[in-house]
């Protein structure tokens, strides 16, 4: 069974940072692109990043400004998303998804809550 | 990197049929066949439901079609059932090789 937890979401003051992750099981990791995607309290889907099965290449939204940084590590089969600077609008739920060739997600986790407020 | 367009909301009664557009440019939903479907229940996980524009993951009722024409992409439901109650949300690539999300539709189930 394909199970994406993702995890380190919480409460942060706005200019501070967090790390999200998320272990994936069930599939094989590396041969997969992976993303992260957001979802703002009471608001739509937002692409936020992706990286490529080996983590070689990267994409980011262009409002994040270089202020967030994808990455993996296939040997634990775990996803990150480093967030610096953040700010209230950042808050939302985080959740990671596969991606595949077809730009498409059919693995999603269950989501983690970030919230930025002082 | 704009948000794909969808109207805010749709309706139907139950055995009817409904369609949702998703309009985007030539640089994401008519540059690719790359165009994808998700349904979100209420403190939910999205779910796929359409992918590479027509293409349904195992699963998936047959109820549900997707296609294409120029820079706008459709959902339709066919035999809306009360269960098919959600948002719904298209998603494409893009040539920056970034992906993009629709705005979202409130599908009502009358």
């Known amino acids: 069974e394909v199970q994406l937890l993702e995890s380190g979401g919480g409460l942060v003051q706005p200019g501070g940072s967090l790390r999200l992750s998320c272990a994936a099981s069930?599939?094989?990791?590396?041969?997969?692109?992976m993303s992260w995607v957001r979802q703002a309290p009471g608001k739509g889907l937002e692409w936020v990043s992706s990286?490529?099965?080996?983590?070689?290449?990267?994409y980011y939204a262009d409002s994040l400004k270089g202020r967030f940084t994808i990455s993996r590590d296939n040997s634990k089969n775990t996803l990150y998303l480093q967030m610096n600077s953040l700010r209230a609008e950042d808050s939302a739920i985080y959740y990671c998804?596969?991606?595949?060739?077809?730009?498409?997600?059919?693995?999603w986790g269950q989501g983690t809550l970030v919230t930025v407020s002082s | 990197q704009s948000a794909l367009t969808q109207p805010a909301s749709v309706s139907g009664s139950p055995g009817q049929s409904i369609t949702i557009s998703c309009t985007g440019t030539?640089?994401?939903?008519?540059?690719?066949?790359?165009v994808s479907w998700y349904q979100q229940h209420p403190g939910k996980a999205p779910k796929l439901m359409i992918y590479?524009?027509?293409k349904r993951p195992s699963g998936v009722s047959n109820r549900f079609s997707g296609s294409k024409s120029g820079n706008t992409a459709s959902l339709t439901i066919s035999g809306l059932q009360t269960e098919d109650e959600a948002d719904y949300y298209c998603?494409?690539?893009?040539?920056?090789?970034?992906?993009?999300f629709g705005g979202g539709t409130k599908l009502t189930v009358l």
């Open positions: 069930g599939f094989t990791f590396s041969a997969y692109a």
């Open positions: 590479e524009v027509s």
């Open positions: 998804a596969n991606v595949r060739p077809g730009a498409f997600s059919e693995y």
């Open positions: 998603s494409s690539s893009t040539s920056s090789s970034t992906r993009v």
């Open positions: 030539s640089s994401d939903v008519g540059g690719f066949n790359s």
């Open positions: 990286i490529s099965g080996n983590g070689a290449t990267t």
